[in-house]
Nanobody, 123 residues
Framework: VQLQASGGGLVQAGGSLRLSCAAS????????MGWFRQAPGKEREFVAA????????FYADTVKGRFTISRDNVENTVYLQMNSLKPEDTAVYYC?????????????????WGQGTQVTVSS
């Protein structure tokens, strides 16, 4: 499975961005999809995930209420709508795919990773 993330950019605090992750080469609708991020000098952290069906979603406490994950199993794409962005949301955002049990959805392991897209939030 190849994952291509896009949609990052520079935005002012309080603004919004929508990230997309297009999948190819696999059975997208079978995979749990996740978004992770890594800020400079920090470890990669979980942001959000969505079950294969789209019925169940999961969020890190730091983004709950501001970010929304969704997926389109026809277009083989997962989205991350980010609202009310804060400077601390600045990071490289990665999408990931895998057969991940719910109890491990925040830690993985995920089998496939995209290349990352930079999100920079200015104060």
């Amino acid at each position: 499975v190849q994952l291509q993330a896009s949609g990052g950019g520079l935005v002012q605090a309080g603004g919004s961005l929508r990230l997309s992750c297009a999948a190819s080469g696999g059975t997208f609708s079978s995979y749990t999809m996740g978004w992770f991020r890594q800020a400079p000098g920090k470890e990669r952290e979980f942001v959000a995930a969505i079950s294969w069906s789209g019925v169940s979603t999961f969020y890190a406490d730091t983004v709950k209420g501001r970010f929304t994950i969704s997926r389109d199993n026809v277009e083989n794409t997962v989205y991350l709508q980010m609202n009310s962005l804060k400077p601390e949301d600045t990071a490289v955002y990665y999408c990931a795919a895998g057969f991940v049990p719910t109890r491990q959805i925040k830690t993985g392991p995920y089998d496939y990773w995209g290349q990352g897209t930079q999100v920079t939030v200015s104060s």
